[in-house]
T-cell receptor, first 111, second 113 residues
Framework: DTAVSQTPKYLVTQMGNDKSIKCEQN?????MYWYKQDSKKFLKIMFS???????INETVPNRFSPKSPDKAHLNLHINSLELGDSAVYFC??????????FGEGSRLTVL | AQRVTQPEKLLSVFKGAPVELKCNYS??????LFWYVQYSRQRLQLLLR??SRESIKGFTADLNKGETSFHLKKPFAQEEDSAMYYC???????????????FGQGTILTVHP
C-alpha cells in the first residue's frame, strides 16, 4: 500500500529533451512538495502546493514547471534538459503543518 | 538565511558503542528541528523532531539554542541503525512554510558488528 509513489524511478535522457516525473499520494494530504537531491546528497526544496495552489517556489529555472491537477497529484515537467539537472527528485506530501512523507525518489540522468 | 551543517559525511562505530551525529544550524528566529533517516532501499522518513521530545529507536536529540545544535545521540548503536541521517530545519512551527525544510548534507552512519 504505497503512500507516496513516483514514476518513473529511473529516467535516462539526452540533453535538450523534455521529460516529466509524476507523483501521487493516497494519504489524503493537502500539501505536496518536490525536493531535489544533488550528487553531493544535498536535499533542497523546489516547489510546494497546498490544495492545488503553489505556495513555495524556490529559485528554480523556469524550465521546471510543476502541475497539480488535484490534491493527490503533483507532477514535475522539465523542458530543455541540461546536464546539471541530473539528480534524484523526491516527491513528498503532508497535512499542512504535519510530518512529511517522501516518495522513493526518481533518478534523472541527463547525457 | 537558514542553514544546516552536518560536519561528518561518514561516521563508523562498532555495535554497542555510543554514537553522536552532529548537527549545527543557523537561523535568526525560532527554528523547529528534525532528524530524518533513510535506511538502505527505503524511503526517507522522519525519525524525530525536537518539539515532541521523544526517544525513537533509542535515539534522542536535544535542541541547544545557545550552541545552535541539535545533535542526535544513541548510547548503544545497533547494526540496524546503519543508514543516512539528515538533520533538517524549518523556520515556522506550522503555517504554509512548514514543509520548507532546509536539510543538512547528511551523515552516513555505519555500525560494524
Amino acid at each position: 500500500d504505497t503512500a507516496v509513489s513516483q514514476t518513473p524511478k529511473y529516467l535516462v535522457t539526452q540533453m535538450g529533451n523534455d521529460k516529466s516525473i509524476k507523483c501521487e499520494q493516497n494519504l489524503g494530504h493537502d500539501t505536496m512538495y518536490w525536493y531535489k537531491q544533488d550528487s553531493k546528497k544535498f536535499l533542497k526544496i523546489m516547489f510546494s502546493y497546498n490544495n492545488k495552489e503553489l505556495i513555495i517556489n524556490e529559485t528554480v529555472p523556469n524550465r521546471f514547471s510543476p502541475k497539480s491537477p488535484d490534491k493527490a497529484h503533483l507532477n514535475l515537467h522539465i523542458n530543455s534538459l541540461e546536464l546539471g539537472d541530473s539528480a534524484v527528485y523526491f516527491c513528498a506530501s503532508s497535512q499542512l503543518g504535519g510530518e512529511l512523507f517522501f516518495g522513493e525518489g526518481s533518478r534523472l540522468t541527463v547525457l | 538565511a537558514q542553514r544546516v551543517t552536518q560536519p561528518e559525511k561518514l561516521l563508523s562505530v562498532f555495535k554497542g558503542a555510543p554514537v553522536e551525529l552532529k548537527c549545527n544550524y543557523s537561523y535568526s528566529g525560532s527554528p523547529e528541528l528534525f532528524w530524518y533517516v533513510q535506511y538502505s532501499r527505503q524511503r526517507l522518513q522522519l525519525l524525530l523532531r525536537h518539539i515532541s521530545r521523544e526517544s525513537i529507536k533509542g535515539f534522542t536529540a536535544d535542541l541547544n539554542k545557545g550552541e545552535t545544535s541539535f545533535h542526535l545521540k544513541k548510547p548503544f548503536a545497533q547494526e540496524e541503525d546503519s543508514a543516512m541521517y539528515y538533520c533538517a530545519l524549518t523556520g515556522n512551527a506550522g503555517g504554509t512554510s512548514y514543509g520548507k525544510l532546509t536539510f543538512g548534507q547528511g551523515t552516513i552512519l555505519t555500525v560494524h558488528p
